[in-house]
């Protein structure tokens, strides 16, 4: 069994990741004072002419011997003199080393990277590059970057200095605290990158920037001139082409490709960020708008990410899948930043409730139009009112609205949810999720306005009426709409390039005669609720047959298309910076947008969770083991005082916690450092743990807590460290469950006997506590998915588990092969292959009575998930003579 995994991703146009360690410093770079410029003009002056200068005045010239000692000399007493004259001679050698650590700085400045290390010079090497990278910063000495921005655009540089001058230098000692800043009214409209945190290894720079969304490398210079001086959200400004940080955005030209322009708020939001659960630690936002894909995560459209994410999740239990693909992975980070999982379960909740009190007591439902959710309310909106509520909600406004008051949180069961035409089509001005229920129409319902951004919402409304929880009756037909998305539910999703045939089947199926839903409880007519979501214009006949089919009234039928229609009872409308308004509705709100580029994203996510291995083949066939930067073998691991643990619960164990709430933030930078031990500098931890932006003083409180709760050594150095180029690390005495997993299973595949090898996977598996970072908070870790992280562990954990499955059957222990089978179920609970091999041991052990049990176990675990044919055909062929239920 094998899983593509490569831990040295790089652009293609990239140097090797060791190369980039060697030339890339990621700290910020601040506007120097003029103080500052004149310290480093007459720092290097005094240092390197005046310093000889002195030392001659004084009367100390080079001790340049002119003569060849005798053995005399060396047998005589030293004096005064000869002390004096060490000490001129150690002066003048420190002088001469200084000014070779400057002369290979200016070159090396000039270049556009760093100089090689001056062997003994250390502290002076340090110096002479913040004295030269103050001069390179006032402009007296020249370096690439500079060259390639002055008036003579017309000179192009070679492709190697070119790379060169996009790598970010160590140039100022002291980086200022600067607040973080909101968004720059100057962006809304345009082409907006924001540069990326670096992923092993890899940089965001301006050259490649260039080339993927410019097509030419060369075009670097478009983007320096269109940023330059504009204030960044860390508060720096782009001052040189090579030193960019990640988390600033760019004004890009307008041809450039694969980017969506800055929508304007419809209004200023009073409400804090959804789906993240820092506001208090939480500096003000960088501009969320402007990452490489959607505005629409960026704006809050959590129950549209809640939705695709639980799709996702459905798809990993049955399996381990293989790696997305880079993009997929980032649009599965955004997903989990922005995904509101909390409201989802409370709209859920609520609509169950509804469902359950409405059948239980015979009553009519009532007639929903709207709702609005937030992370506390569940509203309904009427019409017409209805002022008695049912058990479990209060109607307000003469019956208007209804607000859910119960406090039963159970989920939908398949098949009853009352509202499934219910969609969100963005947030309102305070942060609020607004839906409309599509088939409260009667009708069509248009998206006029700019016709990409009307069939980015299309896209958004079918693939939320394909994946949210509470739409599970719904069968999603589309037209127009991007290639694949069907495979988000095969059963439930078809596309179409004849949009007049599909309403005639859906009008047969439906029948233009049939029962409207007025009054119907949550028993519905047919048990589905049919949308036809359409990018393509209506033709006079699709809008004659569709008002037949609905006639004005609530039907188990809706239609979203794009563009105004006449026949349309509902019309939305969509402007250029994404805002959509319902006149007749009264709603406003920043619409949820989806380009094809994002669900490609999220077709991707859900292929790869749904490819299944084949299960071990042999050694060769066996899932590679990265090198953990720290090894860290069975004795280091239980001797360990302090351990930071993701497999499974995030915990870091050996140190006393917080109490004042921040110990799940302060874990996750112990996780990030715990997993980066290379060294990481604050701002790219910033921009990895506070993906909504934080500000300068927020992120460094928060690393100093982290410092305190995590202690310090025998010698009394803090455990969290930080180097001299401002990078942070964790001491080698913290361990990671990780590194430790890794390293016991990596010694498994050279062990000489089987009997070792069981040893060892034993003691791996030993340390999983269950599903990598599990029960992480909405919007934490999105980090470790967007590199891959979650995935490689969840992979190697189950590899592991079918290995010891493997070797513990054919030394003829059933129940420890069942035991480390379960071990890798709490990682991937419906993995029918795991749970073949519990079959298999079952029967070994208690024959057909072992069978049945582990059968209806199975069975429980999958719930409504189909099982597997070669399961099937294992159960008849170890149970010939018994019927089990295998439904």
Known sequence: MGYPMDDNTTHDNAPDASRFERLVDDRPVHEPSPREKAFSAVGLFALVIGLPVVLLALGAPPPIPTSVPSLGDFARQLGVEDLIAVLVAVVWLVWLLFLVCVVMEIVAARRGGLASRVPGAGPLQHLARILVGGLLVTGLVAGPAQAATAADAGAQPTVAASVMAEQQLDLVEDVPEVPSVSTDDSMVGKKVYTVQAPVNGYHDNLWDIAERHLGDGFRYKEIYELNKDRLQPDGGRLELARLIQPGWDFIMPEDASGLERVAAPSAPSTAPPTGDARGTDQGSATVADTAETSTAWWTGAGLLAAGVLGVVAVARRSGIGRRPDDDALDTEALLRVAASQARAE?????????????????????????????????????????????????????????????????????????????????????????????????????????????????????????????????????????DGLQSLDDERVTLTDDLAAVVDEVAHVVGSEGEPLVGRTSRRPLGSSYLIA????????????????????????????????????????????????????????????????????????VAAARETDGGPGGDDDRLPVSEPARRVDAAAWAAAQQRVMVLGAVEVAGAEGPTDGRSELLAEILSYLALHPGGVHPTVLAGAVWPRGVS???????????????????????????DAEGRLSLAPEVVLDWDAFRTLVRDTRRASTMRDEIGGLKRAL???????????????????HREGTVHEMTALIVDSAERLVELLGDDGDPDGAVAAAEIGLRIAPTHQGLWRDVIRQRHARDGAAGVAAAVTALRRALGTEPMEAPTEELIAELSPDQHLDLA
């Open 346 to 482: 409370l709209l859920e909740a609520a609509l169950a409730q509804l469902a359950r009190v409405a059948e239980g007591q015979g009553s009519a439902l009532p007639p929903v139009y709207s709702a609005t959710v937030d992370d506390e309310h569940v509203d309904l909106h009427l019409a017409p009112a209805t002022p008695e509520a049912l058990p479990g909600w209060e109607a307000h406004d003469g019956g208007e609205r209804w607000r859910y008051v119960a406090e039963d949180r159970r989920e939908l069961e398949s098949g009853t949810s009352p509202y499934p035409a219910l969609v969100s089509l963005g947030l309102d001005d305070l942060g609020r999720d607004i839906l409309i229920d599509l088939e409260a129409a009667g009708g069509i319902v248009s998206v006029g306005g700019d016709d990409a951004l009307a069939a980015q919402v299309t896209n958004a409304i079918a693939v939320q009426a394909a994946t949210s929880p509470w739409s599970g009756s719904m069968v999603v037909v589309g037209a127009g709409l991007p």
């Open 766 to 784: 030993h340390i999983v506590r269950g599903m990598p970072l599990r029960h992480a908070g909405p919007g934490t870790y999105a980090w470790a």
């Open 696 to 722: 300068a003083d927020v992120r460094d409180a928060n690393i100093e807590r982290a410092r305190r709760w995590l202690g310090t050594d025998a010698q009394g150095a803090p455990m969290l460290g930080e």
């Open 534 to 605: 359409s990018s393509y214009p209506l033709s006079e006949d699709v809008a004659a047959t569709m008002g037949r089919l609905t006639g004005g009234e609530r039907r188990a039928v809706s239609m979203v298309t794009v563009g105004d229609h006449p026949a349309a009872r509902w019309r939305l409308s969509i402007d250029e910076n994404g805002t959509l308004s319902a006149p007749q509705l009264g709603i406003t709100v920043s619409a949820h947008r989806l380009s094809e580029r994002e669900v490609t994203g999220v077709l991707e996510l």
